[in-house]
């Protein structure tokens, strides 16, 4: 299994498409109606997409093969969980299931996607960057624990550590596709792009630089897994992050807990060489929450 792509609503789709392509090196994909899709280098159709609308994640989609979807659909209807079948009209196609998480959370789960040709990056002269795909996406939780549980038990996703203000969870051997933040109330946290490597992070950082935005944390590098960050307020509202190396774990790996998890006085990163504005992010983490605008059907039923 595999992140793909988070889908947002907001009121400036277009505004919003052209400061990710523009500014922070995504590539526009396709535009269906008032609906914007931009991808990355990578072979996923798209990353991102923009529908216009009020603000509020429409779902972060996941992609995954027959057998993992079947048992998706075991479970979430075991469980009893909000779901849906669904019939993807979006880039890529497939076929799966919609699932609201117990904190309002909307995760598709599609099969049968096609991929496109990747992107050749740009050169180091042109000091552009481009992202290559989506490596996390992050939730704001009221109970980060509970979540943590509740997508191991019936998601069939793991905890790969805790943290103080995290608890990071995987779907593969990537140490997090996800995480929950323990923030007393549920909304997107950030979205992380992956980039080729260190330089490109680096790069990132200069191009944005060049245009007047300055990281709100950042760069640096994460203690759970070991990934290099640089993360900013984007102009329409979230919080995204240029990221690269998250660690590859093992099917054994051992959760780490808190105490594992400590930095000296004044640190909170490896690094310590960056400040983080802590009121700027909290701001931008609440803006967007979750909205389902469909009603539950029986797993068992046949998409329209």
């Known amino acids: 299994m595999k992140l793909r792509s988070i889908e947002l609503s907001l009121p400036d789709p277009a505004a919003a498409a052209a400061f990710m392509v523009d500014i922070w090196g995504l590539v526009s994909a396709e535009v269906r109606g008032s609906t914007h899709y931009l991808r990355g280098s990578g072979v996923f159709p798209y990353l991102v997409s923009f529908q216009p609308g009020d603000e509020f994640v429409r779902s972060t989609t996941f992609v995954c093969e027959g057998d993992e979807l079947a048992g998706l659909k075991t479970r979430v209807a075991a469980q009893g969980w909000p779901a849906r079948p669904v019939v993807s009209q979006d880039p890529g196609g497939g076929h799966g299931i919609e699932v609201e998480l117990p904190e309002g959370e909307l995760l598709r789960f599609l099969e049968e996607t096609s991929n496109t040709a990747p992107i050749a990056g740009y050169s180091k002269a042109s000091k552009r960057v481009m992202p290559v795909k989506l490596t996390h996406v992050v939730f704001n939780s009221a109970d980060a624990e509970a979540s943590g549980h509740a997508v191991e038990e019936v998601l069939g996703f793991r905890v790969s550590d805790r943290t103080r203000g995290m608890v990071f969870v995987r779907c593969n051997d990537s140490h997090h596709s996800t995480a929950f933040a323990r923030a007393g109330f549920a909304s997107l946290n950030h979205i992380a792009f992956e980039m080729d490597d260190l330089d490109a992070v680096m790069r990132g950082i200069g191009w944005m630089r060049d245009h007047g935005f300055q990281p709100a944390w950042g760069p640096g590098r994460h203690g759970p897994g070991d990934n290099v960050y640089a993360y900013y307020i984007a102009p329409f509202g979230p919080v995204i992050e240029y990221s690269t190396a998250v660690e590859k774990v093992p099917a054994d790996y051992r959760t780490g807990e808190p105490d594992d998890w400590t930095w000296p006085e004044h640190r909170i990163d490896q690094w310590g060489v960056s400040d983080k504005d802590f009121a700027g992010l909290r701001v931008a983490e ?17 998409p329209a």
């Open 286 to 302: 609440e803006r967007f929450r979750f909205r389902r605008e469909w009603e539950p059907v029986p797993l068992a039923a046949e």
